[in-house]
Nanobody
Framework: QVQLVESGGGLVQTGGSLRLACAAS????????MGWFRQAPGTEREFVAA????????YYVDSVKGRFTISRDNAKNTLYLQMNSLKPEDTAVYSC?????????????????WGQGTQVTVSS
């Protein structure tokens, strides 16, 4: 089992940047493929980015390619999401998720553990 805690959300103007972090504790962090998802009010949870257990493979939803970067530091048990050139449509609660050793996925239902989420608000 792994526990996940996100941080780094906040209010930023259009074009600004934020760096989200997801601290993991419990079972060995490097055993998990990780993902970031987001959910805006009245919408379904949306895949944002995923990274393999080694960090060697990354995946993004088209709307954030070139603006967001997912990374991980297995020595620090931490997952990151660097968000640049933020837009109002990026406003949502961002959650990290862990999937035990079965490869990366874009499907929320295929993740085993979730953090509580952190709010990101981009003002126009």
């Amino acid at each position: 089992q792994v526990q996940l805690v996100e941080s780094g959300g906040g209010l930023v103007q259009t074009g600004g940047s934020l760096r989200l972090a997801c601290a993991a504790s419990g079972r060995t962090f490097s055993s998990y493929d990780m993902g970031w998802f987001r959910q805006a009010p009245g919408t379904e949870r949306e895949f944002v980015a995923a990274i393999s257990w080694s960090g060697g493979s990354t995946y993004y939803v088209d709307s954030v390619k070139g603006r967001f970067t997912i990374s991980r530091d297995n020595a620090k048990n931490t997952l990151y999401l660097q968000m640049n050139s933020l837009k109002p449509e990026d406003t949502a609660v961002y959650s990290c998720a862990a999937r035990y050793y079965r490869g990366s996925s874009r499907r929320a239902g295929e993740y085993d553990y979730w953090g509580q989420g952190t709010q990101v608000t981009v003002s126009s």
